[in-house]
């Protein structure tokens, strides 16, 4: 029934190859549409910045991790304090924000669909509870898969059907969107305090390896088309000289074909993943052979993972390196193990110009966008709140478009740093068309979810729309970088949906998004098979009853069900 | 009728195994359940209808749901410093309304963590907490410690569940599998059935924390000869034992949390299993009591930021136990309005913070007479969650699951009587600016 | 030099959040001004004169030239001093937590005794305390890795738990005995407690605690160094805490 018009746009919509042609945008009952009638509301943008909605395919915003990291840290919820508005609840946090500080921090900066980027099974019911309290974002979970009993016994039996079928039974039990491994075989070792070495260390007590984890949830994921790739976060992740594993983990995907039209493989915040080195001492930047491959290859992608200096929550399935890193800096620690599942720890930190190491990480994630060709294969992020939290990817986007403002920040990087880096010597600068790949396009894509309309402004697409308080015409952004980080950080309008939910960068309406699921079918016989093994595990070793398991409709308010499979 | 997988809305075991019957709308039998969890699940007299009374001392009389509920609001909106306390035994759906009931009356929210677990959560705080779900520890603890705790008492199900009987994948020979050593100031019923039982000093358990961390540090040269009225040579013992663990577990309860230091008593044990992970493997759990106290924990945590003690008089979450713990405030009367729902204040409070209760108007939300209701002015009876009312439950380990609905009642669920509590707040208060 | 006076017109129950009251907030105001500042009890919004009588004679410039008298007990008015960073704060009576918190400089004392949290998060500045103070005193915030930063804390009559917890620098003198475990993770700074105390410094890794009481309970993990003077007059030294690597001194009498 609400229509609305927005006029004069400068649009940059690279999924329909749009780069900065001024245009009107029609809405029509929460869709783009060809044009509406003489009634609909009129937004003029005068000409301003316009991107599709912001989409966030990997951060840690709900669920199990997210809260340890809020219990643990009063001294985090104290920062940022805002007290309710008309329209507001109180909001509290910076690397841990409350669930409604979660929501309009998004939306404030135009983003619009974010993806919680690890999900346990066991403790979905979780997660969906946080989800459905996050106002405004659309949003999905990825399911944990990569240390989980079901699946290496399937794998170990070498039964790929009967290794779909738990994906399928999996992502409903956690009303996930796809595949996330997590340092594949690593959590179960962690179990009992270990870890794996690389590809082909075998589990403890499973003797399947992190390569057949990866290779056959890789199958899996394709044999049941899902909408996005695996999503994995590679073996050695923080460990100086850790790029072997990982160009050694991206082959192992080389071979494997999507019906649909996305990579076969993303990777995660790979600078934690492209280190050099031996040890502390020699520590040095490795994003270049990362590049290569990433240029020679196009069936991966990757995403940034950039860190900020300042506060970070560190959280990750990767039980081992939390322990590694909070023994190392005598920080506070909380390890969460999953039963058959999963591990994870957490771990707050700091971030220091001043540490050459700190400074090389940062370096580390700038370089790989930009040594990069092809800017659909980096999607922007900070692994929020790991390498940062999301709050400063207008300062990220602005690093990426102007070398000056990298220059800036390296003036106060420890200097060790340069000797290990090639970021100085980088003058690439990403343009305006670039970076709407880099922070809604190219994720849209690489998720699934162009088809949803996601991503985009073409007709029929939601209508989630940013206009940013720039003219890109009128405004140079490798010089006013400051200009750009502000006009990023608070919209001048964000539209979700068709509805004004942001104007002049703050909040105004607060709608509840959706939550995208996955629903997949495997053939009868592999369930049946499945189905067998889980029952035997849920008597045997889980401590929960599987009538009281899975994640039920209550829990999903607002689903988008998307189904797929094979027969 | 059998309903099976039924969740116990008891404890913090939260034990999802039970067989209900039920006939013609009532619970005839409740099978594989504790005493305890059977009790409240085949039910007890209760509280027929809201009622009012001015003086506390006087009689209640009945009164409709509207009244109740209206003049609850009355009282709230106009407040200068209520108290929201309880908040254990009810589901999370009605949590989230009490956080939003809290930010409206700008007032404490605060459970019943803060005389029981809330020294834990001061803990995490110094230390963070290794830990991890219940079914972990079950398939692979071979050493299991219960420290200042009496699962035989106060968890029933807990050792054969979870922690002490149960086969696992990697403990097949079940108690067998497993060393039990039990740390508390007296031979409890658990100690009793332990392998080894360590008695320490009342209010000493910072101090043999501290020893066993010198120990497994290689520093036991610093340690003296008896520490918290252990003899050195056990204490060394127990720490190469803990060093030698596969998977060493801790429990621990309220010998460790209400004890001198309180809530250093559990950093330090935070802190020895962190640093026993340098040698095998070590996560560490408290006993939560109520079936979901550990979820109001959760659901404060990602609606404010913090875990509970809540005052939102400025505005803002502010959060500071020993400032805005219900008892801290009780204590200084300086509470003017109490609101107990889902907790029993009566019988958990000091006797200074019972006697505030009673100079105040203090409204009452639970199904059941309990010690509350002697100093309650405003009763408001409402549903059994976990028996009449369904909703979701965190167990002690923070694995989130669906309580059952399993007859019906023509009583309010506890988030109808809140959401009309707010709806007339709201309405009071917008007349009012 | 601008005096300005309050007396408390009531004995607050409900406790009163009165982080306007600083030197720097009072300066170059008249009477009217400073009463118009904002106060809570509880959850009501009042105005200082609400809560108090303002007299103001004189008048200064700025915070280091302005004196503020309290005369009657706030012991349930919180936050008096909060970030103050100049001027003199004098309580004739009791007052409530968090007085001084986050100072920055200039002095606070108090004739009554202080509650919990005095000079919680200081840098810098002076508080006395001539009665008794409660829990926590020059502490930090739950989670924060450093409470007192600098400044000086002297209490002349007793302390509860937990002095100087998370101390990282700065200076706390306890004139009367102390509560268990002062000195709590310290990582710098300098505790004195002439009267006794129980179980100091544990998870010490830098700074120095003096105690010329009794100790009740050692923490076990403390090196016995020696015998050592200090301002000519002898103690046990210890070094610890070991289990933490801590290089913290622990002089007990």
């Keep these: 029934m609400s229509e609305m018009l927005i006029k004069n746009a400068t649009v940059y919509d690279p999924i329909n190859n749009i780069n900065g042609d001024m245009m009107d945008i029609a809405v029509k009952n929460g869709k783009i549409v060809d044009s509406v009638n003489g009634s609909a509301q009129i937004i003029d943008a005068k000409g301003r910045l316009v991107y599709p909605g912001g989409v966030d395919a990997h951060t840690h915003i709900a669920g199990s991790k997210v809260n340890v990291g809020r219990i643990m840290r009063p001294d985090d919820s104290r920062l940022n304090n805002k007290p309710r508005t008309k329209v507001t609840r109180p909001r509290t946090g910076y690397t841990v924000p409350n669930v409604y500080s979660m929501g309009y921090g998004y939306a404030e900066m135009g983003y619009t669909t ?275 939290p999301y709050v400063n990817y207008p300062m990220v986007m602005t690093m990426l478009m102007s070398q000056k403002r990298r220059e800036k920040e390296m003036a106060k990087i420890a200097e060790l740093t340069f000797e290990r880096t090639s970021i100085a010597g980088i003058d690439r600068e990403l343009d305006w068309y670039d970076i709407a790949i880099k922070t809604r396009a190219a994720h849209a894509k690489v998720q699934g979810i162009i088809e949803l309309g996601k991503g985009h402004l073409g007709v029929g697409a939601d209508a989630d729309i940013a206009i940013y308080d720039i003219k890109p015409d009128e405004t140079d952004a490798t010089v006013e970088f400051d200009k750009v980080e502000a006009a990023f950080r608070h919209a001048a309008y964000t539209i979700k949906g068709g509805e004004i939910v942001v104007k002049d960068g703050e909040i105004t309406a ?58 | 009728m059998i309903i099976k997988d039924v969740l116990c809305p008891f404890c913090g075991c939260l034990c999802d195994d039970l067989a209900v019957e039920v006939e013609n709308n009532k619970v005839v039998d409740v099978k594989h359940a504790c005493k305890i969890g059977a009790s409240k699940i085949m039910g007890h007299d209760r509280i027929k209808a809201p009622m009012m009374r001015d003086d506390k001392n006087g009689e209640f009389r009945e009164v409709s749901y509207d009244e109740a509920i209206n003049e609850s609001a009355k009282i709230l909106a106009n407040s200068k410093r209520p108290l929201l306390y309880g908040w254990a035994s009810g589901v999370c759906e009605m949590m989230k309304k009490g956080v939003l009931l809290n930010e409206e009356v700008g007032g404490i929210i605060d459970n019943t963590a803060s005389v029981c677990h809330g020294p834990s959560a001061l803990g995490v705080h110094e230390k963070g907490l290794p830990t991890g779900t219940l079914g972990q520890f ?82 036991a040269d610093v340690v003296p000869d008896s520490v918290g009225g252990v003899p050195k040579e056990k204490l060394v013992e127990l720490g190469e034992a803990m060093k030698g663990a596969k998977y060493g577990m801790v429990y621990f309860g309220m010998g460790l949390t209400q004890s001198r230091g309180k809530y250093k008593n559990i950093d330090n044990a935070v802190s020895l299993i962190t640093e026993l992970n340098a040698y095998g493997k070590h996560s560490i759990l408290p006993m939560r009591g109520h079936y979901n106290v550990t979820g109001f924990g959760q659901v404060c945590a990602w609606e404010t930021g913090f875990v509970n003690a809540v005052d939102m008089s400025r505005g803002i979450p502010y959060y500071n136990p020993g400032e805005t713990c219900s008892n801290d405030l009780l204590m200084r009367e300086e509470i003017d309005a109490a609101f107990v729902i889902a907790g029993d204040a009566g019988a958990h409070f000091p006797a200074q913070s019972i006697a505030r209760m009673g100079k105040v108007p203090v409204i009452q939300v639970d199904p059941f007479h309990n010690p509350t209701t002697e100093m309650a002015n405003i009763v408001i009876p409402t549903k059994v969650s976990g028996v009449e009312l369904e909703g979701t439950a965190y167990r002690m380990d923070s694995v989130s699951l669906r309580m059952r609905k399993l007859v019906d009642v023509d009583f309010p669920s506890d988030e109808e009587v809140l959401d009309k509590i707010i709806a007339k707040v709201r309405e009071i208060k917008g007349a009012s600016s | 030099m601008q005096t300005v006076t309050l007396v408390p017109k009531e004995q607050f129950k409900i406790s009163v959040e009165a982080e306007t009251i600083t030197p720097d907030n009072f300066a170059g105001k008249s009477a009217d001004e400073i009463g118009a500042l904002v106060a809570f009890e509880g959850n009501a919004p009042l105005s200082l004169s609400d809560l108090f009588d303002i007299k103001v004679d004189g008048s200064a410039d700025a915070a280091d030239d302005v004196k503020i008298e309290i005369n009657g007990n706030v012991n349930r008015v919180k936050r008096i001093g909060e970030a103050m960073t100049a001027g003199l704060i004098m309580i004739n009576g009791d007052v409530d937590m968090r007085c001084g918190a986050k100072m920055k400089g200039g002095t606070i004392t108090i004739k009554g005794n202080v509650d919990s949290w005095v000079g919680q998060e200081m840098t810098g500045g002076e508080i006395n305390v001539q009665g008794d103070a409660s829990y926590y005193v020059g502490a930090g915030y739950r989670g924060e890795a450093c409470g007192m930063r600098g400044g000086k804390i002297t209490v002349f009559g007793n302390a509860n738990d937990f002095v100087g917890e998370h101390m990282c620098g700065g200076e706390i003198v306890i004139k009367g005995n102390a509560g268990i475990m002062p000195g709590l993770s310290n990582k710098g700074g300098k505790i004195v407690i002439e009267g006794d105390t129980d179980m100091p410094g544990s998870e010490m890794t830098k700074g120095t605690i003096i105690v010329k009481g009794t100790v009740k309970d050692m923490m076990p993990v403390y090196q016995k160094e020696g015998i050592e003077a200090v301002d000519g007059v002898e103690f046990t030294k210890y070094v610890g805490d070991v289990v933490v690597d801590g290089v913290g001194e622990l002089f007990v009498k």
Excluded at chain 1, 353 to 379: C, F, R
Aim: charged fraction near 25%; glycine fraction near 8%.
């Design chain 1, 510 to 567: 607060t709608p509840k998004g959706r939550t995208y699921w996955v629903k997949a079918t495997a053939p009868a016989d592999g369930h049946e098979r499945m189905m067998e093994d889980l029952k035997m595990k849920f008597k045997n070793y889980y401590s929960v009853s599987m009538a009281n398991y899975m994640v039920q409709d209550e829990y999903v308010e607002h689903p988008y069900v998307f189904e797929t499979g094979y027969q």
């Design chain 1, 114 to 388: 974010a993806f919680e980027a690890a999900v346990p099974i066991l403790k979905a019911r979780h997660t969906h509870e946080e989800l459905e309290e996050i106002p405004i974002i659309d949003k999905a979970g990825l399911t944990l898969f990569g240390s989980n009993w079901m699946v290496m016994d399937a794998i170990r039996e070498d039964d790929l059907d009967r290794l779909a079928a738990y994906v399928a039974w999996g992502l409903l039990a956690s009303r996930g969107w796809g595949i996330k491994i997590v340092n594949p075989g690593g959590g179960e070792a962690w179990g009992f305090g270990k870890n794996v070495s690389g590809l082909d260390d075998p589990v403890p007590n499973f003797e399947v390896t992190p390569r057949q984890i990866v290779r056959q949830l890789a199958e899996a994921n394709e044999k049941l088309n899902l909408p996005h790739s695996i999503h994995l976060h590679c073996n050695n992740l923080g460990k100086p000289g850790n790029y072997e594993t990982t160009l050694a983990t991206f082959d192992v995907c080389k071979d494997i074909k999507s019906k649909r039209d996305r990579q076969s493989l993303h990777v995660t915040h790979v600078q934690f993943n492209a280190w050099g080195g031996n040890h502390w001492g020699d520590f040095e930047s490795k994003s270049e052979p990362i590049a290569d491959y990433l240029n020679k290859n196009d069936f991966l992608t990757i995403d940034m993972g950039q860190l900020v200096f300042g506060s970070a929550t560190t959280m990750t399935a990767d039980g081992p390196v939390q322990y590694a890193n909070a023994r190392l800096l005598k920080a506070r620690w909380s390890n969460g193990d999953v039963e058959l599942e999963d591990s994870s720890g957490v771990t707050p930190l700091e971030y220091h110009p001043q540490s050459y190491i700190h400074g090389i990480m940062w370096a580390i994630g700038l370089e790989l966008a930009l040594l990069t060709k092809d800017p659909w294969q980096v999607l922007m992020t900070t692994d929020h709140p790991n390498g940062g």
């Design chain 2, 138 to 219: 079950a398939n692979r603890s071979d050493l299991v410690i219960f420290w200042g705790c009496n699962p035989v008492q106060a968890h029933p199900r807990h050792m054969s569940r979870y922690s002490v009987f149960n086969k696992g994948f990697f403990t097949t020979k079940g108690r067998k599998s497993r060393k039990v050593v039990v740390f508390d100031v007296r031979k409890t019923d658990t100690a009793e059935m332990a392998d080894e039982y360590v008695q320490v000093n009342p209010g000493e358990d910072y101090l043999v924390l501290s020893a066993l961390r010198a120990i497994v540090a290689d520093k």
